[in-house]
């Protein structure tokens, strides 16, 4: 679902290899990461399904509790942090309440109708010409 392309659009690259290196390499642990991604979406899932094409929020509130586990990790969570878990944790309420999408739509474009505007019913009389002659 998402990334490190994903993470990398709300943290830095030296933040999430920070984050992720619990040993002090200071290499970035694709394992750690991994693991976080997992943790996020275990978390999603347990109040709704996953689509195959998530909306941007979604795929954003993925990201940030993936984020937030792994500043979990590293003992770095705020009340700040926690406060904006709870934020996450409504959002997610909602979609599960079906008050918000959690997919993308592909909506078919409208195609234009073929039909005359100007149609009219006539009937058949014969036109009466007297007096014009």
């Not at 990461?33 to 709704?48: G, Q």
Request: some cysteine.
């Amino acid at each position: 679902m998402i990334t490190n392309e994903d993470l990398l659009k709300e943290i830095s690259q030296k933040e999430l290899t920070e984050l992720s290196d619990l040993n002090g390499t200071g290499e970035l642990n694709q394992e750690v990461i991994n693991d976080a991604i997992n943790d996020a979406i275990s978390f999603i899932n347990s109040f709704i399904s996953i689509p195959d094409n998530p909306t941007p929020l979604l795929k954003n509130i993925a990201c940030e509790l993936t984020i937030w586990e792994l500043r979990k990790r590293n003992d770095l969570t705020t009340q700040k942090s926690k406060e904006r878990l709870k934020e996450l944790e409504n959002y997610l309420l909602k979609m599960a309440a079906k008050k918000m999408p959690t997919k993308i739509e592909e909506q078919e474009i409208a195609k234009p109708k073929t039909s005359n505007f100007f149609s009219f019913k006539h009937k058949k009389r014969k036109l009466n010409t007297k007096g014009y002659r």
